[in-house]
């Protein structure tokens, strides 16, 4: 067989999940959503991100001080150690660019940390000129950082290559998770306190729009054709919501476990995987009926999630 005619097989995706008050990661085979493995990493694992060359996760680490970030081989399946992030503690959000820089956002303490993943060391502190900067994200074109302020209620423009504030953006009452349309025209922001959503036009950061969202909205999550979005409540009875897009309107809602907070689409996109504040497990969710088609324990607090692929030989 010739170079050309070879096959290659690619990988079953596996499904990462962070167990915030046990201390540790799983491993889920996303095809018999069954745990392979959990190993333990730092204390009170937030929030995940994946190297560009799929070999590594960076864990925020949240239980105060919260000075930590860390590293995990993914192909070996081991936490590898941590990295310091000294004075600026809390570490919380955390955001990838295609580089390989990380961004996690100390939220406590006002700033985001810069992490270059190639050395695992601290290269800058960015000053986001807010209180409370609870999640961060990177533009859809990577030159700006995004971070949520909790208790001035807004949302810091932060330009990456110069970590100047380029704008603030009013947003409502505890506003937390976000997510950019795949237009890249908005960005939706959650209002945890206030149950609203707050929808950005990021040509002149402006927010354009308001609409309810009962329940405590935490985090968001677009379809790829960016009709439809799902936003995980995290509420004491814990729901998920699915809204049309184009109409604003909720188009159905589910009771998943207490306090529903992170949550992700599957790679075909068919079901959504909703993870809860303490044992009440990850729910899988038929994207389509909004009926729940299993339940996965994985460890008390499954919280951050994300589809990991191997790297290819």
């Not at 209180?131 to 990456?160: G, Q």
Request: charged share 20%; with cysteine.
């Amino acid at each position: 067989m010739t170079t050309r005619e070879r096959t290659y097989i690619v990988p079953e995706p596996t499904l990462l999940v962070c167990n915030k008050h046990d201390d540790t990661m799983s491993f889920v085979d996303a095809k018999t959503l069954e745990v392979t493995k959990t190993i333990s990493v730092g204390p009170n694992p937030h929030e995940i991100i994946i190297t560009p060359d799929r070999r590594f996760a960076y864990l925020s680490n949240y239980r105060p001080p919260g000075d930590t970030i860390s590293v995990v081989d993914l192909v070996k399946r081991k936490h590898i150690g941590q990295i310091s992030t000294g004075d600026y503690t809390q570490i919380h959000g955390a955001a990838m660019a295609s580089d390989g820089t990380a961004y996690f956002t100390a939220g406590q303490t006002g700033y985001v940390v810069e992490v270059d993943t190639a050395v695992n060391d601290v290269t800058r502190s960015i000053p986001t000129h807010g209180k409370i900067s609870h999640m961060v994200y990177l533009s859809p074109d990577e030159t700006r950082i995004y971070t949520a302020n909790i208790d001035t209620r807004n949302i810091s423009v932060i330009d990456r290559a110069t970590a100047q504030l380029v704008k603030r953006i009013p947003a409502g009452r505890g506003v937390e998770g976000m997510s950019f349309t795949p237009d890249g025209e908005h960005l939706w922001a959650l209002n945890q306190v206030a149950g609203t959503v707050t929808i950005i036009e990021l040509e002149k950061f402006t927010p354009v729009e308001t609409f309810d969202c009962p329940s405590m909205p935490v985090r968001i999550v677009f379809n790829r054709r960016g009709r439809r979005a799902f936003i995980a409540c995290w509420s004491e009875q814990g729901e998920l919501v699915s809204i049309d897009v184009e109409t604003r309107t909720e188009t159905g809602r589910v009771r998943v476990g207490s306090q529903a907070i992170g949550l992700v689409l599957s790679p075909n996109e068919k079901q959504v995987l909703v993870g809860c504040e303490h044992s009440d497990g990850i729910h899988v969710i038929n994207a389509k009926t909004l009926k729940v088609e299993h339940v996965i324990h994985t460890g008390d607090g499954s919280d951050a999630m994300a589809f990991w692929t191997p790297p290819g030989k």
